[in-house]
């Protein structure tokens, strides 16, 4: 319809000028997100903390600690709104909430036959409930939704400042002190024999967990950082056996969902951090499903080489 | 005491682990081990030999200081536990257990933790830690698996990654947690041929077992516990039958052959045959024409009733 009009109007040409409207169009309309402030900013916000969280959720998945991401998560709140009626910054209340909880869970087991996962479930969703009822008592503007989910779009230059040097302390301790923590989930024994303190490493992976989860707060919340802590590590497990190339695939994954994410979402009027988890969790059901007819197809493909080893004599001889 | 105080003396430059009246009590209260004492010399394998929750495991989380020492020391080549490790004596070739084995690391990535110790902090791989787990690969007959995932490993081919990571540590100091267990015969033997040119090479090396049939053919001293020392000393002097009895009896099951399913004559020799594994078949008579042996089940309490029988403790 669009075409005979054009047509109409300025004849035969209109083909060649329609095809020009529609990419400049299209193009205009690609870059369009990069025209605002407040999405360059979303965009650099999510690329910063995307890159620490993947490296560490390498880690966490393999440690078995992904609920710990989970609890440490939900119990920054009572922090942030104590940080907030006392009036000093958010993040070092966060942080101390965040440690608070890794301690409890530490101290209770050590001193109980609780299993870990229990202890968790009961030290978090107190410390939530704790935040929940604060939050209520006290008069703030600050937004729950916003702890809960983040806020992108109206992220601050200072909050960008702030997340950028959290995510370049993690991420540099990653890259000097990786392989240590490594094998200290890998074998702790082997860790201690080769020198490296087992328990530095396990209150300092707690620590690293919480400053990563402070610094995603003002980009995701609370509940989808818990998202990044634990998807891209666990779609790169399901795609390699080497420990060097999982670290680069969940990079790799957590920074094209988050950059897509936002992306995505100014088109789609979407809630940017959920359709970066969203786009993340649909990565992982894809590789799952590949990996599922993968091998599928290597059992089929076995079989018929069994069969077809045992009928050779027959099938190859014309 | 004395006799061990004097050979001490006699050679303290030749002491690998040396064990002095140490005691464990784990925060809950429980003493897992009380007032074990005992030297064991370089160039030695030896074997640890106890049932479970004797305390072997602590004994080596001790040994390795994972755990405090509520009384007592142990020293490592004449140094403390904390020195020994800074130097990077001590290699530990875990339980298969113990082992996350979906984990995504490769074989050669596990034996290059063995080299972690000698790297700088940034743990980069030089050319000679490359070279040093080639060698401990080709040693433990591996290298054409350099390049698998640990989970895609048989049980013996598993271990042998192990021991390779002990080898590349290059340690003084070697202990091994259940080595044999989930192992094929072939294995077993090659680790043991391994473990005895090492001993040759002047290495001290501490196995954990409970594969009793198999200490007497590569263990030169033996160390039985049950909470606390029960016989430390050359392995032909501590595996008798009273010291076996005290280390298993009264909490396994027992068989006992009586001597008249052995012979006919009057002939008053026995045979022992000392296992924790599953009941154990047992042939006897002339070569080729052997019979099977049916054992009588024992109530675990039962004293052995005189020296014609036979006994088969499992």
Redesign the interface.
């Known amino acids: 319809m669009l075409l005979e009009n054009s047509a109409d109007k300025h004849g035969g040409i209109s083909v060649f000028d329609l095809n020009l409207l529609l990419s400049s169009i299209t193009i205009d309309s690609l870059i369009q997100p990069f025209s605002f402030d407040f999405m360059l900013q979303a965009f650099a916000v999510v690329l910063v903390i995307s890159l620490p969280m993947a490296l560490l959720s390498c880690y966490i998945v393999?440690k078995g600690w992904s609920l710990m991401g989970d609890a440490i998560a939900h119990a920054v709140l009572p922090g942030i709104v104590l940080a907030y009626m006392l009036a000093i910054p958010l993040s070092i209340g966060a942080f101390a909430a965040g440690l608070c909880c890794a301690m409890t869970t530490g101290f209770i087991k050590?001193n109980s036959r609780l299993r870990e996962d229990t202890i968790m479930g009961i030290v978090f969703s107190g410390m939530f409930a704790i935040g929940i009822i604060l939050f209520h008592q006290s008069n703030t503007d600050l937004h729950l939704t916003h702890l809960l989910l983040g806020d992108v779009l109206g992220i601050k230059t200072e909050d960008l400042i702030e997340t950028g040097l959290l995510s370049i302390f993690v991420l540099a301790i990653l890259l000097?002190?990786g392989?240590?923590l490594m094998?200290f989930i890998?074998?702790p024994?082997?860790a201690?024999?080769?020198?490296?303190s087992v328990k530095f490493w396990h209150y300092g992976i707690q620590i690293l967990l919480a400053l990563t989860i402070v610094a995603a707060l003002q980009a995701v919340g609370m509940i989808l950082s818990v998202a990044l802590l634990i998807i891209p590590g666990a779609c790169a497990?399901l795609v390699?056996?080497?420990?060097s190339k999982?670290k680069i695939i969940a990079s790799a994954i957590a920074m094209s969902c988050s950059f897509f994410g936002v992306y995505l979402s100014f088109y789609l009027d979407s809630a940017p951090a959920a359709t970066i988890v969203l786009l993340m969790a649909a990565v992982f059901c894809v590789l799952f499903s590949f990996k599922l007819y993968a091998e599928r197809q290597l059992v089929r493909r076995k079989i018929k080489k069994k069969h077809s080893v045992e009928e050779l004599p027959y099938a190859s001889n014309p | 005491m004395k006799n061990r105080q004097q050979s001490a003396l006699d050679n303290s430059q030749n002491i690998g682990i040396s064990v002095d009246n140490l005691s464990v009590v784990y925060?809950n209260g429980h003493q897992a081990i009380r007032n074990i004492s005992f030297d064991i010399p370089v160039g030695s394998i030896t074997a640890l030999v106890g049932i479970n929750g004797s305390g072997k495991s602590t004994l080596f989380k001790a040994i390795?200081?994972?755990v405090p020492c509520y009384q007592g020391s142990v020293s490592l080549l004449g140094l403390s536990v904390k020195q020994a490790?800074?130097s990077?004596q001590?290699?530990?070739v875990?339980q298969s257990e113990?082992?996350?084995w979906n984990?995504?690391?490769?074989v050669e990535?596990v034996v290059m933790?063995?080299r972690?110790?000698h790297m700088n902090?940034?743990?980069i791989p030089k050319s000679a830690d490359h070279q040093a787990v080639d060698l401990a690969l080709s040693r433990v007959n591996m290298q054409s698996f350099k390049h698998r995932?640990i989970g895609e490993l048989s049980g013996g081919q598993r271990k042998r990654v192990f021991l390779a990571?002990a080898l590349a540590q290059q340690s003084q100091i070697i202990l091994l947690d259940e080595p044999f267990t989930g192992v094929d015969v072939t294995t077993e033997e090659h680790i043991i041929r391994l473990l005895k040119d090492l001993a040759s090479e002047g290495k001290v090396i501490l196995v954990s077992t409970h594969n009793l049939g198999s200490v007497p053919e590569f263990c030169d001293h033996a160390i039985l516990i049950n909470k606390e020392l029960l016989a430390y000393g050359k392995t032909s002097k501590v595996f008798t039958t009273q010291n076996l009895q005290k280390a298993f009896g009264g909490v396994l099951r027992r068989f006992v052959l009586s001597a008249e399913n052995l012979h006919d004559d009057v002939d008053s020799r026995a045979v022992t045959v000392i296992t924790d594994d599953e009941r154990p078949v047992v042939l006897y008579g002339e070569k080729g024409s052997e019979k099977l042996i049916e054992s009588q089940r024992y109530q675990s309490n039962t004293p052995v009733s005189s020296k014609n029988t036979a006994t088969i403790q499992e």
Not at chain 1, 240 to 243: A, L, M, S
Not at chain 2, 103 to 106: D, E, K
């Open positions: 393999l050590e000097v002190r392989r240590d094998l890998f074998d024994q082997q201690q024999v080769t020198g490296i497990l390699t056996k080497q420990f999982m | 925060k390795m200081g994972f490790l800074k990077h001590v290699a530990y875990p113990d082992v996350d984990f995504p690391v490769l990535d933790m063995g972690f110790g902090f940034l743990r995932q990571r």
